[in-house]
C-alpha cells in the first residue's frame, strides 16, 4: 500500500501558485519523498525529491515539515499546461520500486 | 540525450495469445522498472531488473515475466493474456545503484496493450 495520503482533486487559478500537501506520517529515515505527474496518457514526468530540506528546482519548490511528515509541492505560478495527477511518494534513496497512490488531480482553471 | 524508449506502442491481442514488449532506457542507465496502469488499479509496480537481474518484483502473477539483456535493454512478456491484462504497461530507467545519493526513475511514454 502507498504510504502517502493525498487530496484526490485541487483546483488552482492561472498564474497563481499551485500548492499541492502530501501526508507521510510513517515515513523512515531513509525514505526520501518524491513527487511526479502524469499528464493524461503520458509516462510520470519526474518533479522533485527531497530528504529534510527543502528543495527547489526549475520545475517546482518542495517543503518538507520539520518532523518529516508532511510536504508540499508549490508550482509558483501555474499554467494550463500543469494539468496533471501529481503523485507523492516516499522510497528508500536505492530502492527503484515506486509504490503509487491514487494522486492528486490538479485542475488550472483560465 | 535520449529519452526511455518502448516499442509498440500500441498493441492489439486476443485471450490466450502472448506478448512481448521492449523498453530502452536512457544510455547509461543500469536499472529498468516496469508498471502496469489501469483505471482500477492505477499505477503497479510489476518488476525491477538491475544488470541483467531481477531486483525487486510486484504482487503479479507468473503470467508475467521480464528479463534484461546486457545492454541493459529490457523485455517483459506476458503469457495467456486475459481481458483484464488491457493497460497502459510503463518502463522507467535510472542510474541504478546499491547506495550514496538518491536518483529519480525516467518513465517512457507506455505501450497500450489491448487484450479482446
Known amino acids: 500500500d502507498a504510504k502517502t495520503t493525498q487530496p484526490t482533486s485541487m483546483d488552482c487559478a492561472e498564474g497563481r501558485a499551485a500548492n499541492l500537501p502530501c501526508n507521510h506520517s510513517t515515513i523512515s529515515g531513509n525514505e526520501y519523498v518524491y513527487w511526479y505527474r502524469q499528464i493524461h496518457s503520458q509516462g510520470p514526468q519526474y518533479i522533485i525529491h527531497?530528504?529534510?530540506n527543502n528543495e527547489t528546482n526549475e520545475m517546482a519548490s518542495l517543503i518538507i515539515t520539520e518532523d518529516r511528515k508532511s510536504s508540499t509541492l508549490i508550482l509558483p505560478h501555474a499554467t494550463l499546461r500543469d494539468t496533471a495527477v501529481y503523485y507523492c511518494i516516499v522510497r528508500v534513496f536505492s530502492d527503484d520500486k515506486i509504490i503509487f497512490g491514487k494522486g492528486t488531480r490538479l485542475h488550472i482553471l483560465p | 540525450k535520449a529519452g526511455v524508449t518502448q516499442t509498440p506502442r500500441y498493441l492489439i491481442k486476443t485471450r490466450g495469445q502472448q506478448v512481448t514488449l521492449s523498453c530502452s532506457p536512457i544510455s547509461g542507465h543500469r536499472s529498468v522498472s516496469w508498471y502496469q496502469q489501469t483505471p482500477g488499479q492505477g499505477l503497479q509496480f510489476l518488476f525491477e531488473?538491475?544488470?541483467?537481474?531481477?531486483?525487486n518484483k510486484g504482487n503479479f502473477p507468473g503470467r508475467f515475466s521480464g528479463r534484461q539483456f546486457s545492454n541493459s535493454r529490457s523485455e517483459m512478456n506476458v503469457s495467456t493474456l486475459e481481458l483484464g491484462d488491457s493497460a497502459l504497461y510503463l518502463c522507467?530507467?535510472?542510474?541504478?545503484?546499491?547506495?550514496?545519493?538518491?536518483?529519480?526513475?525516467?518513465f517512457g511514454p507506455g505501450t497500450r496493450l489491448t487484450v479482446t
Open positions: 527531497g530528504l529534510k
Open positions: 522507467a530507467s535510472s542510474p541504478g545503484g546499491f547506495g550514496g545519493t538518491s536518483y529519480e526513475q525516467y
Open positions: 531488473y538491475f544488470s541483467e537481474t531481477q531486483r
